[in-house]
């Protein structure tokens, strides 16, 4: 699903991976954690083809990231499901219109997208929340609906960029045993996390970024 070979990220003058390999397969669940700074995110910004590659090969569903052809990634993005820090949800939309969004860009007809939000807010436990703002909820429950939305399109490869970096214990952990039940669903889920969390009870790879290198952690 996703192959790294050689690949390196820069900014400008400063390389953030150098020459890094490695696989995810359909299915994964795959923790990426590593100091601050040390380009989780960008490495994440990467796969979803908002960063351009510098060199090497990153293929994604089979596209190739280091050829960067505008129509290819548009195409690529349908499958792929974010949570990303800097994509927030809409403060004066309802929980529901939030969640709708990507079906709404993608032109679904109406009763096609009520039965998605209806089923996504029932996974998300939140379906007597439906009509309120995303301010009337607590912290955990708007992650929810961040991660209710980033599936509202039917994605297979979820991106989650620390999503549980906010939230307390108890909250934490649900946000987590929901990206745990989407990946039982049979999706790829790539959560990057400054903390790994406790007790899974499921299989996972483990990269750790150092030093611009990956090693996978076993
Ligand atoms: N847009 C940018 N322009 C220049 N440098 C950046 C940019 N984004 C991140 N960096 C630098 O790249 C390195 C990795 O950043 P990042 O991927 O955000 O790390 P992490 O998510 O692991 O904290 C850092 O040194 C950061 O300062
Ligand atoms: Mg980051």
Request: hydrophobic share 40%.
């Amino acid at each position: 699903m996703i192959q790294a070979r050689d690949l390196t990220i820069s900014y400008d003058n400063e390389v953030v991976l150098n020459k890094v390999a490695f696989n995810i397969n359909p299915g994964d669940l795959v923790f990426i954690s590593g100091k601050s700074g040390s380009g989780k995110s960008s490495l994440l910004k990467a796969i979803y083809g908002a960063l351009k590659i510098t060199d090497g090969s990153l293929l994604v569903n089979n596209v190739e990231m280091g050829k960067f052809q505008k129509g290819k990634i548009k195409k690529l993005r349908r499958s792929i499901g974010v949570i990303f820090q800097d994509y927030q949800l809409v403060e004066d939309w309802s929980i529901e219109k939030n969640i709708a969004m990507p079906l709404m860009i993608g032109s679904f007809n109406k009763k096609v997208i009520d039965t998605q939000v209806n089923n996504l807010l029932n996974h998300i436990k939140l379906a007597h929340k439906a009509h309120r703002l995303p301010n009337e909820l607590s912290g955990g429950e708007q992650q929810r609906v961040g991660v209710a939305r980033a599936l509202a399109h039917s994605p297979n490869l979820i991106l989650a960029d620390e999503p549980t970096g906010n939230l307390d214990e108890y909250s934490a952990d649900m946000v987590m045993s929901l990206f745990k039940s989407i990946n039982e669903l049979g999706k790829t889920v790539i959560i990057v996390t400054h903390k790994m969390p406790q007790n899974m009870n499921v299989n996972f790879k483990h990269f750790y970024i150092e030093d611009r290198g990956i090693n996978e952690v076993f």
